[in-house]
């Protein structure tokens, strides 16, 4: 069995500061740019039988910079859509919501772009996801690239746990994630890797 790889786009400008960045399409930072190629040599020794990417700019010009071929888009793939806290910090949604915690107290609805989503409804992007990519395993190695809170549902989802449960596994921009199994049982081989 191959093994799943999870690409989290590179920095971003609104990365950086800490804005909650769902569906607003925004580009790489220099400094994302230079993280993403520097993932090339690293998945330049997988046998990668296929390439999945987000939509958005982000992560499709990671896959490129990264050295990833054939790379089909899954809107599925895309990041929580965060809804009223869309473009907003931590802090600046706790001045109204003390306390807040993505995890636990989820988003507002916000315009008709930014409707917003469940933690359970992210899970079910995930699970599709996985039911798509699990069969391809068979042939090689799989690479997702994504976003920072999709890819943590997703592996949660991976490990057979509530999509909340990816609230354990803090995942940075342009790093590489694997997953894979143990005697048959699905684990997390590596994660929250920078290429260097």
């Known amino acids: 069995m191959g093994e799943l790889i ?4 590179g920095e971003t400008e609104w990365s950086r500061d800490g804005l909650h960045t769902g569906l607003t399409d925004v580009p790489l930072t220099a400094a994302g740019e230079a993280a993403a190629i520097e993932l090339a040599p690293v998945l330049a020794r997988h046998h990668i039988r296929a390439t999945f990417a987000s939509p958005m700019q982000r992560a499709i010009r990671t896959a490129e910079l990264a050295g990833l071929a054939d790379v089909k888009q899954d809107p599925d793939l895309r990041e929580w859509d965060y809804g009223g806290y869309e473009g907003l910090t931590t802090p600046e949604i706790r001045v109204e919501r003390p306390g807040w915690y993505l995890w636990r107290d989820g988003v507002i609805p916000g315009d008709s772009e930014h409707p917003g989503e469940t933690v359970e409804q992210v899970g079910a992007r995930a699970d599709a996801v996985l039911a798509r990519v699990t069969p391809l395993l068979a042939e090689g190695d799989v690479v997702l ?9 997703l592996a949660a989802r991976w490990l057979r746990l509530d999509p909340a449960g990816g609230r354990m596994f803090r ?4 790093t590489l994630c694997t997953l894979g199994a143990e005697h048959g049982e699905p684990v997390i081989l590596s994660w929250n890797v920078p290429a260097c």
């Open 171 to 174: 995942l940075g921009t342009g």
């Open 145 to 153: 690239v994504s976003h920072g809170h999709f890819l943590r549902v």
């Open 6 to 9: 999870l690409l989290r786009h």
